[in-house]
């Protein structure tokens, strides 16, 4: 990565209304067939271009072509009954009606690969591609196969690898992986959840990322977050084990949180992708505002590792707040980048 400070989001973006219903998750697509097909294409062509327009670096398909950042993956694979529906708790923070896994999980074929060669075509900018991360799919079904989360786990790590490899040939510059479970089961993620994790990127040569954050802006995490005190320490029971692993960057949420920033530093050596955009309010952050989020960073993570970028997925928000958020994010990468440069290096 040659910029200095290159901007990206943690993946998804609003998609436009006539695609499907704005400001919902799980939102159901307005379009069948060829015409859905086509407009998926359409959407992920227009959230680039919102990307490049605001100045983003690292970009990425916004999303569009999913319901949602788990489902849509786990729909594509065998072993897992979407008829047979359970009522689990997800991260034991919501009851959610989910899939049950009946049998082996395998992937017969490719699910995102074809988005991500129509995303490499389109942009010779670098490229990030959103997975969901093992345990945060596990935490997602209801299991009356094998019984065991981690085996389980172990299993997706498996395929999510499959398609890893495939989505690095498509020219995916940067494969990251959504772990919000990791900020909730700290035994689990130190005895199970890292190490699927990087079984999941075995043998992969691009770069790549892990992304733990409070979630979205929706009622039952900002009600969790209530819960949290007034310091949020989750990130201290996992980063230091992330810190040896193999992954490359680590997407954390930061910016008008409760997290102090000097946990950052647990992760001392690593790429640091530093949430300086709030999803959780459609107050859109001055650049003033992202620049002094990046500011404290920095004092925990090197200049050359630190990549500003947001809190978390923009999928719920309005499509003009998201807009001005990915706008406010790169001038305030451009502030900081400005005062970086201009200032002197200390004496050798
Ligand atoms: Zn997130």
């Not at 919102?50 to 694979?77: K, N, Y």
């Not at 999928?315 to 440069?341: M, T």
Request: include cysteine.
């Amino acid at each position: 990565m040659k910029t200095l400070l290159p901007t990206s989001t943690a993946g998804s973006l609003p998609k436009p209304a006539w695609l499907a219903q704005p400001e919902v998750l799980w939102s159901p697509w307005k379009l069948e067939g060829q015409a859905l097909v086509d407009g998926k294409q359409d959407a992920l062509r227009v959230s680039l271009h919102e990307q490049l327009l605001a100045g983003v670096d690292i970009v990425s398909d916004g999303e569009q072509t999913r319901q949602h950042f788990v489902t849509t993956f786990i729909e594509h694979l065998d072993g897992v009954d979407f008829e047979n529906r359970k009522t689990v708790k997800i991260r034991d923070r919501y009851d959610a009606s989910v899939p049950t896994v009946v049998g082996p999980i395998s992937r017969q074929k490719p699910v995102f690969v074809a988005d991500a060669k129509f995303l490499r075509q389109q942009t010779r900018q670098p490229i990030k591609w959103a997975l969901p991360g093992p345990m945060t799919m596990v935490d997602t079904l209801y299991d009356d196969h094998y019984k065991s989360r981690e085996k389980l786990a172990w299993e997706f790590a498996k395929v999510l690898n499959q398609e890893a490899k495939e989505l690095e040939a498509a020219g995916v510059d940067i494969i990251q992986f959504d772990e919000p479970a990791f900020n909730v089961f700290f035994d689990e993620v130190n005895d199970w959840g890292i190490a699927c994790l990087e079984r999941a990127i075995e043998g992969l040569k691009c770069e790549t990322a892990v992304h733990i954050c409070y979630g979205y802006g929706i009622k039952a995490n900002t009600d969790w977050k209530k819960t949290l005190g007034s310091q949020w320490r989750q990130y201290e029971q996992v980063l230091p084990k992330l810190q040896k692993s193999n992954i490359d960057i680590i997407s954390l949420e930061c910016h008008n949180s409760r997290v102090p920033v000097e946990l950052l530093s647990l992760v001392r050596g690593k790429k640091v992708m530093v949430g300086a955009i709030d999803v959780a309010t459609d107050t859109i952050e001055t650049p003033e505002e992202v620049a002094a989020t990046l500011r404290e960073a920095l004092r925990y993570v090197d200049a050359d590792k630190l990549y500003p970028c947001t809190n978390c997925g923009m999928a719920p928000l309005a499509r003009d707040v998201a807009r001005g958020k990915l706008n406010a994010l790169s001038a305030g990468a451009e502030i900081v980048r400005k005062e970086i440069l201009s200032t002197p290096l200390p004496d050798a």
